[in-house]
């Protein structure tokens, strides 16, 4: 009998201890979703043609509009694509953003839909079957990029990234139809091709263009002395003829190649291309025009990037605080810090520390005037509180 009841706890103790790793496994086993595959039937290019498309976080539960990353190559680039985008948003170094990938589907149509037609026979001949480029362009013209804002919540700024034959497509596209997209990431660009024609187009289109406002970012291995010839004199075209408003930046990576160089290109493009997203010197532009600089900057990038009216967040205000408190000048922080009371109010914590650090300077009058704004702010302050008091400031005689 003993043994029965043994042999049936011991059954049931196992039975349970298979039941714990079961439902271990099957939370361990979840799926991690970075995004979806969408089908999409083309009438310009007579075939269904699959996008890889990846949300910022939030989007499901939300009413905001984002930007879109186009990424050409997409089985190729979306999987690491979309974590750069993510890091980079989540750090508030660029606006969150779609991430739409486009599949090649095979080498030879790859080949096919990213080149312009070659006479040159070296390309013929490693490459037969190309010369598809302006049917593409019109199927992400005409078809993917009216899907995309049609089926998602978008804002109208659009960014074209891609590499080798891609970045030749995407500097293609950029003067063929430059209102398409606003910013272009051309990765090791295959500029060589077709006798570098396109080289040859794009400085025709940028001596003729009188302004565009848009952002290239464009990367090469290795140095200036040393990199492919056909980048060089793009680069070189644009120092002498750039249209108005529009940016661009040559890259040089010495440490990467050819098959490297897609991965630093999008994370650096990325940085910058949205640089005036953030503000990495504060003092310096509160230097060149006080507060109201750093609110132009700000209203401006959202003008560039598609969020017209953008203001600059509360968070970056405090920063400024911070940081003209930290190289001591207490006055140009109280000017900050008080300068917009409905739309910035000023946070109690700041208020707090600014009247330390009057304090600390023997300048009383100050430190009172900013503990009383502090109590003011948030009437549980008891620091705040017992500093008054001990100034000799009766507490009922607080506003």
């Known amino acids: 009998m003993t043994t029965r009841r043994s042999l049936a706890l011991l059954g049931f103790l196992w039975a349970t201890h298979i039941?714990?790793?079961?439902?271990?496994a099957q939370s361990q086993g979840s799926?991690?979703?970075?995004?979806e595959t969408v089908q999409l039937q083309s009438n310009v290019l007579k075939e269904s043609r699959s996008l890889l498309i990846s949300k910022p976080a939030g989007y499901d539960n939300g009413t905001d509009r984002y930007p879109v990353l186009y990424l050409l190559d997409g089985e190729t680039h979306f999987h690491y694509a979309s974590g750069i985008v993510s890091f980079l948003a989540?750090?508030?170094?660029?606006p969150k953003m779609l991430l739409v990938g486009i599949v090649s589907g095979g080498m030879a149509r790859r080949t096919h839909d990213l080149t312009p037609p070659s006479a040159a026979e070296i390309d013929n001949r490693f490459s037969p079957g190309n010369g598809?480029?302006?049917a593409f362009l019109s199927f992400i013209a005409g078809e993917v990029v009216p899907f995309v804002d049609k089926t998602y919540r978008t804002r109208p700024y659009r960014m074209l990234v891609g590499h080798s034959l891609g970045g030749l497509f995407g500097i293609f596209a950029l003067v063929t139809k430059p209102k398409l997209f606003n910013a272009y990431i051309a990765a090791d660009p295959s500029l060589y091709w077709n006798n570098e024609a396109v080289v040859m187009q794009a400085e025709s289109f940028f001596a003729d263009t009188k302004s565009l406002q848009a952002d290239l970012y464009m990367t090469a291995p290795d140095d200036p002395g040393k990199g492919p010839s056909a980048v060089r004199k793009l680069h070189a075209s644009l120092g002498r003829t750039a249209p108005a408003g529009f940016r661009w930046t040559l890259d040089w990576m010495k440490n990467e190649d050819h098959l490297s160089i897609p991965l630093p290109s999008i994370y650096r493009g990325l940085e910058t291309i949205f640089e005036e997203w953030r503000l990495p010197d504060s003092l310096g532009l509160y230097d060149k025009g006080g507060i109201e600089a750093i609110?132009?900057?700000f209203r401006e990038a959202g003008e560039r990037f598609g969020y017209p009216g953008r203001t600059t967040p509360p968070f970056t205000v405090s920063l400024v605080v911070s940081d003209l408190m930290k190289a001591g000048r207490?006055?140009?922080a109280s000017k900050v810090l008080l300068h917009d009371p409905a739309a910035y109010p000023p946070p109690w914590n700041q208020l707090d520390a600014l009247a330390r650090a009057y304090e600390s300077r023997g300048n009383t009058e100050q430190a009172e005037r900013y503990y009383l704004l502090s109590l003011k702010e948030n009437p549980?302050?008891?620091f705040a509180r017992k500093k008054l008091t001990g100034m000799g400031v009766k507490i009922p005689e607080l506003p």
Do not use: F, Q, S
């Open 295 to 297: 609110h132009r900057r």
């Open 380 to 382: 549980r302050n008891e």
């Open 90 to 94: 989540g750090n508030d170094r660029i």
């Open 19 to 24: 039941a714990k790793i079961d439902a271990w």
């Open 330 to 332: 207490l006055e140009d």
């Open 132 to 134: 598809g480029a302006d």
């Open 31 to 35: 799926p991690v979703v970075i995004g």
